[in-house]
Antibody, heavy 122, light 111 residues
Framework: QLQLQESGPGLVKPSETLSLTCTVS??????????WGWIRQPPGKGLEWIAN???????YSNPSLKSRVTISVDTSKNHFSLQLSSVTAADTAVYYCARQPRSSSGTYFDYWGQGTLVTVSS | QSVLTQTPSVSAAPGQKVTISCSGS????????VSWYQKVPGTAPKLLIY???KRPSGIPDRFSGSKSGTSATLDITGLQTGDEADYYC????????????FGGGTKLTVL
């Protein structure tokens, strides 16, 4: 059974960098058939896609966040990570990691982590 | 403002049917599949529909999806109180070098 688990600090100071890791179990992140992504939900708001990465390092990012986002993959640890720089209170959200099958015709997120709340506050 | 437009809220009584709509454009719905997600507060989103109208294993056939042109719909029949949640559509958008987009979400209230 595939499982994804987010980890990282729950509190980040303004202007600092938010760092999260998603550990994948039950499947190899190097299988090649999937992208691995980050999605967030600010309190009281909707879902917002942040970025995706393939184990080959092919990646996509939300244009509105691209300048602040770094997404990376570590196949030896079977996990992928997100860094979001220069955070503000607007980055306070529940952050989810998820799996996305590769498809040229449009894909979807089929497995999700439970989510982790990150609060930006001094 | 979301690239995909959803009605903010819908409501219906238990046992009835509700339709949730999602409107896009040629850069996304034009040649891409749509998927639907159920989001209950405090839990992770759950995939309900993928590739416009397919259900993952374990999703009851009360949930169905369709897509026509630049619009998609999620139908839920035989409403249950446990269906009360937020519902999001999502797809890949070819604009700006490619990005995944979600609709703004529709809150379903089961009266």
């Amino acid at each position: 059974q595939l499982q994804l688990q987010e980890s990282g600090p729950g509190l980040v100071k303004p202007s600092e960098t938010l760092s999260l890791t998603c550990t994948v179990s039950g499947d190899s992140i190097s299988s090649g058939d999937y992208y691995w992504g980050w999605i967030r939900q600010p309190p009281g708001k909707g879902l917002e896609w942040i970025a995706n990465i393939h184990y080959s390092a092919s990646r996509y990012s939300n244009p509105s966040l691209k300048s602040r986002v770094t997404i990376s993959v570590d196949t030896s640890k079977n996990h992928f990570s997100l860094q979001l720089s220069s955070v503000t209170a607007a980055d306070t959200a529940v952050y989810y990691c998820a799996r996305q099958p590769r498809s040229s015709s449009g894909t979807y997120f089929d497995y999700w982590g439970q989510g982790t709340l990150v609060t930006v506050s001094s | 403002q979301s690239v995909l437009t959803q009605t903010p809220s819908v409501s219906a009584a238990p046992g009835q049917k509700v339709t949730i709509s999602c409107s896009g454009s040629s850069s996304n719905f034009g040649n891409k599949y749509v998927s639907w997600y159920q989001k209950v507060p405090g839990t992770a989103p759950k995939l309900l529909i993928y590739e416009n109208n397919k259900r993952p294993s374990g999703i009851p056939d009360r949930f169905s999806g369709s897509k026509s042109g630049t619009s998609a719909t999620l139908d839920i029949t035989g409403l249950q109180t446990g269906d009360e949640a937020d519902y999001y559509c999502g797809t890949w958008d070819n604009s700006l070098s490619g990005q995944w987009v979600f609709g703004g979400g529709t809150k379903l209230t089961v009266l």
